[in-house]
């Protein structure tokens, strides 16, 4: 009986320890991470369109973002992931997308910056081939797919859509898609 658990047990590790990079992307990715991502994009623009210019300074403490900082850190990592991890590089370059992230905090301006960091996803993910998706690269140190890399976008962007969703509830602005 030992045997057989000793032959299970290591199917079953060289199988978990096959690298990320290794794995293709699932069949119809590009179909699911769009609609994914889509679905984020949306609510996050319609609730900086809500928020009152006034707000987006406000935050809940010091030392955490502010309501303008939390958008404009997510359109920040809409343009590092695809330049550093998939060597898409930024239309406007790792310096300009660095600075604005800390500098811009009037509101008009940071809905544009959210909206054309979230154009620039779309382009990434409409250019990318099937074959493209499974190719490897690196991601915070580890070795994964590309396909991987555009999951940790939309993830970033719904860990960041939360936070932004209870700043709003904070300052008793609704989500439009709530109401």
Do not use: C
């Amino acid at each position: 009986m030992r045997p057989i658990r000793f032959f299970l047990a290591a199917i079953l590790a060289a199988a978990f320890a096959m690298p990320l990079s290794a794995q293709s992307a699932p069949s119809n990715f590009r179909e699911e991470i769009s609609g994914q991502f889509e679905a984020s994009a949306r609510k996050l623009v319609a609730l900086a369109q809500v928020m009152p210019s006034d707000t987006y300074s406000w935050q809940p403490m010091e030392g955490v973002y502010s309501v303008a900082r939390v958008y404009t850190h997510i359109s920040h990592y809409n343009y590092m992931y695809p330049d550093q991890s998939l060597g898409i590089e930024s239309p406007m370059g790792p310096a300009e997308y660095g600075r604005w992230e800390e500098e811009v905090v009037g509101k008009d301006k940071v809905v544009e910056i959210l909206r054309a960091s979230m154009d620039h996803v779309r382009v990434v993910i409409d250019q990318m081939s099937e074959k493209e998706l499974s190719k490897p690269t690196r991601l915070y140190g580890r070795e994964v797919g590309q396909w991987a890399v555009l999951i940790q976008l939309v993830t970033h962007m719904n860990e960041h859509l939360g936070q932004a969703i209870a700043y709003a509830r904070m300052n008793q602005v609704v989500p439009p898609w709530s109401s």
